[in-house]
């Protein structure tokens, strides 16, 4: 059985708070447990736990569905620096994964760049492991729960599993969010 971790390490929940308050709009949720079981099976439990943690049992889990994916398809677009096309105009890329849905939510981050690249390295520490890379990787269908129609509207949803290499600890992330 996964369990929820809530007492975070003091490192880890100061840097999720430091992000929350800079307008960051992912949900990190962790969990730890030792039981028999496929990869899928297990990133299965995570999913469904993290989903309980959310919006409690208002979700139908026979409509999850998952598969791994690559660390680069779970990463998405590397380069998430805004770019500007005209005066007081800037582009950004589209939300296509982890990274990009870190650093653009709809309302934009607060802070300047090279601090909160810090704390994206930071918070990846925990969260993928070293190498990342070698992570474990589940992307989740976002058509199972309330929890993903925000997101629907137009910013984006997603909701992944990670479980570092060597590890018995899962993260579980959702991004859903609309302007």
Known sequence: MLTQVTDL???????????????????????????????????????????????????????????????????GTDDVEKKPIGQNAWSIPNIDGYKTAFFHPPHHMRGESRELNELFAAINRFVLGKPPESAEIFAWSTDWSRYFDAGHEWWGAFYWTIRPADSQRFTVIGASTTD
């Not at 039981?35 to 026979?62: C, K, N, W, Y």
């Open 9 to 75: 390490e003091a490192e880890l929940d100061a840097l999720l708070r430091r992000y929350s308050a800079s307008g960051g709009v992912l949900d990190y949720m962790f969990f730890q447990g030792v039981e028999p079981g496929t990869p899928l099976q297990l990133h299965r439990a995570a999913a469904l736990s993290g989903m309980a943690i959310l919006v409690g049992p208002t979700f139908d889990g026979s409509k999850l569905a998952g598969e791994p994916v690559s660390y680069r398809t779970f990463w």
